[in-house]
Nanobody
């Protein structure tokens, strides 16, 4: 199973970006999908997550500005980021808990990360 993230870039404060992440491989079902952010010298932190039935959860600083969504038919998760602030800068990683068709086991997978830079 692989997760491929895209959509990062450089944007001015107040601008918007949309991140996408596609899951592929031996996927029977995807449970929770999420986006994490990491900045140098700090631990990776949860930004937003969405369960398979669409329930969402957001880190306090992004609630009201970011929207996470998913397309179960396409095995994709998105993060719409509006009203971006310099403190949103970091590498964003997609994450998914996947049940494999081969083993029927549940495994956590990470995408490769995409850089988001917000200038002031």
């Amino acid at each position: 199973v692989q997760l491929q993230a895209s959509g990062g870039g450089l944007v001015q404060a107040g601008g918007s970006l949309r991140l996408s992440c596609a899951a592929s491989g031996t996927i029977a079902k995807i449970n929770t999908m999420a986006w994490y952010r990491q900045v140098p010298g700090e631990q990776r932190e949860l930004v937003a997550e969405v369960t398979s039935d669409g329930t969402t959860n957001y880190e306090d600083s992004v609630r009201g500005r970011f929207t996470i969504s998913r397309d179960n038919a396409k095995n994709m998760v998105y993060l719409q980021m509006n009203s971006l602030k310099p403190e949103d800068t970091g590498v964003y990683y997609c994450n998914a808990f996947v049940i494999h068709t081969t083993t029927r086991g549940r495994y956590q997978h990470w995408g490769q990360g995409t850089q988001v830079t917000v200038s002031s």
